[in-house]
């Protein structure tokens, strides 16, 4: 019936809108957690804690977290919120998340003083135990170890490998092709010390967790690429051909963003990098490059012009072949040119 698919289309997109992509994302999940013998069958008493708190339910937080699987796919997986966020940082995130990341999506609900205290006891009871040190002197490459520690931290609360993950953070399904070893053990050390402003937290990781981490996330060079394509389909034919959607859906999924930031407004600082030490704007790029010239900068790597002779190599933007599709660079331009800023109109007196 036409009728009932445009309306379910709508919705769809509707989703979509609300958080990239999380269509599928909620019943992987919930297979993962049935399925897979990682979680503990036993729902924990922290989590019973949190999924039976009265305020909990009233607000409907979990219409956007998930929990042991179940729940929404807009905000970070809370298993391991405990873990990450100190009792601080989580009482002052919910006083006013737009205070701490600009832009959030997340409601300011106006907790009274008892509710904050509540909210603020049983997130930080959800954490689950574990010994990174008995991790890393288990057997297995770095890379293992590192993919133990990511699962074990949930690291995936915010980051997609694959089909798996939440949208929170960049893509990491081609982390490898982007950033260097050097690069992830820097950031890795202390996130906010390196970008004041980023959403992701400092794990306090100690000098082999951070090698065995960064081993593991530098190994994704694509390899579950295909997982992503088959997802992303489904995703495709919802969007109802929407091109600068899934052009944004194939700017996150190479971790565009994780350089030229999520709208290009540019992100990361790129040390040594000439003429400013920062990653470029795309913005405006749409303006300069067609679809054939913006396929064809993506086809080769593109190293900036060092800022000084010493000191580190600053970050080439990659070189995509065999990575990105000639169809998928052309979505990626629907994309940058619907974030181009509209040409101003000459205003009198202003
Ligand atoms: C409309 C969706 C939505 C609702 C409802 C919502 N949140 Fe959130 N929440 C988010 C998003 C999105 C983020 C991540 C920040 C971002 O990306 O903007 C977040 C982040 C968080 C974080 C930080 C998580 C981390 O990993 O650091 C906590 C804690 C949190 N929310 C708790 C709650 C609680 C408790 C409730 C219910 C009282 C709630 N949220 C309701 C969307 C929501
Ligand atoms: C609460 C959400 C959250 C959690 C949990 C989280 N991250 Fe992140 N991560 C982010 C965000 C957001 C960024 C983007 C940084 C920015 O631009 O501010 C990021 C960036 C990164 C990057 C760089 C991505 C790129 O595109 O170059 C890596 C690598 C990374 N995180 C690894 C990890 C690892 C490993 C863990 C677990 C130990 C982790 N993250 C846990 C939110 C999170
Ligand atoms: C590791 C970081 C990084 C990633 C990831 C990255 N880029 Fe870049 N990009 C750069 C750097 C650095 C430059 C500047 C290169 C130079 O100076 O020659 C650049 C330049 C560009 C330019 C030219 C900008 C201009 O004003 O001339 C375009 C277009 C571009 N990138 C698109 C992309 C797209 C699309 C993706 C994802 C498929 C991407 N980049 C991923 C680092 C990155």
Redesign the pocket.
């Known amino acids: 019936m036409p009728v009932f698919s445009r309306l379910k289309r709508f919705y769809y997109y509707y989703i979509f809108l609300a958080s990239l992509l999380p269509v599928a994302c909620s019943t992987s999940s919930v297979r993962q957690a049935t399925a897979g013998g990682e979680r503990e069958a036993a729902v924990s008493v922290a989590v019973a804690g949190f999924i039976n708190n009265g305020i909990v339910q009233q607000k409907g937080c979990l219409t956007c977290h998930s929990i042991g699987g179940k729940g929404g796919t807009v905000g970070p997986g809370l298993d391991q919120v405990g873990n990450r966020r100190s009792a601080d940082w989580l009482r002052r995130w919910l006083i006013n998340p737009n205070d701490v990341k600009n832009g959030t999506r997340m409601p300011n609900f106006q907790f009274s003083e008892q509710e904050l205290n509540e909210l603020v006891d049983v997130l930080s009871r959800l954490k689950k135990e574990f010994d990174p040190q008995m991790i890393l002197a288990g057997s297995g490459n770095p890379a293992e170890k590192g993919e133990q520690l990511f699962k074990s931290y949930d690291c995936f609360a915010c980051h997609r490998i694959g089909s798996k993950g939440r949208f929170i953070g960049p893509n990491l399904t081609w982390l490898g092709r ?2 260097s070893v050097e690069w992830e053990k820097n950031w890795l050390k202390n996130p906010p010390a390196y970008k004041p402003d980023t959403f992701m937290p400092d794990f306090g990781l100690t000098p082999g967790e951070i090698e065995a981490l960064a081993a593991f996330v530098t190994s994704q060079q694509g390899q579950r690429n295909s997982e992503v394509k088959k997802w992303e389909e489904n995703v495709i034919f919802f969007l109802d051909s929407r091109p600068r959607e899934i052009g944004e859906m194939f ?1 996150r999924r ?3 963003d ?3 930031g999520r709208r290009g407004e540019s992100g990361y600082r ?1 040390p040594n ?1 000439a003429p400013k030490e920062q ?2 704007r ?1 913005t405006r ?1 749409a303006r ?2 067609d679809k054939a010239q ?1 396929t064809d ?2 086809m080769s790597g ?4 060092r800022l000084a002779t010493e000191g580190s190599e ?5 070189d ?1 072949k065999g990575a ?1 599709t000639g169809d998928e660079a052309g979505y ?1 331009y629907d994309f940058l040119l619907s974030i181009a800023p509209k040409k101003k109109r000459f205003k009198f007196g202003g």
């Open positions: 982007r950033k700017y190479f971790g565009c994780g350089c030229h790129n990098a990653m470029p795309l790029v300069k490059m913006l900068w993506l593109h190293r900036p012009q600053p970050l080439s933007c990659p995509w990105v990626i």
